[in-house]
């Protein structure tokens, strides 16, 4: 009777290590990487996290989105919160796909730069938070 009593223990266990080896996981979904939804996805995490958070590096700014470029360059600007028609202090576009980003201005060189560009990154390879 052992044999019986073991062949009915071996034979589910057997089925279930088929059963979870035949099963694929699914990769997690992958950014869009075209410059549109790159630029989409910045502007909502540059809007969260520096100036809806009142983050007080970006207080004294507010973020002007222009991500309807017909030139096919969306680009987010963030300029002085008092006078935004002033020249922009950051520029952040991204052309083609996969999108190629640009971050320039007069922030990039202040001490909030690295912070910039490694938000901006992250962003655009879909990373969330701040």
Aim: charged letters at 20%.
């Amino acid at each position: 009777m052992r044999p019986l009593l073991s062949a009915k223990l071996v034979l589910p266990l057997v089925a279930i290590a088929a059963l979870a080896a035949c099963q694929t996981k699914t990769p997690a979904p992958k950014a869009n990487g075209a410059a549109l939804p790159t630029m989409e996805r910045i502007a909502l995490g540059a809007n969260a996290c520096w100036f809806k958070s009142g983050d007080p590096a970006f207080k004294a700014y507010r973020l002007a989105p222009e991500l309807n470029s017909f030139s096919g360059r969306p680009r987010i600007l963030v300029v002085h919160r008092n006078s935004p028609e002033s020249r922009p202090l950051l520029v952040v576009h991204a052309e083609g796909n996969p999108a190629k980003l640009e971050a320039f201005g007069p922030l990039m060189s202040e001490a909030v730069s690295a912070r910039i560009a490694t938000d901006v990154k992250r962003w655009a390879a879909g990373g969330k938070g701040c």
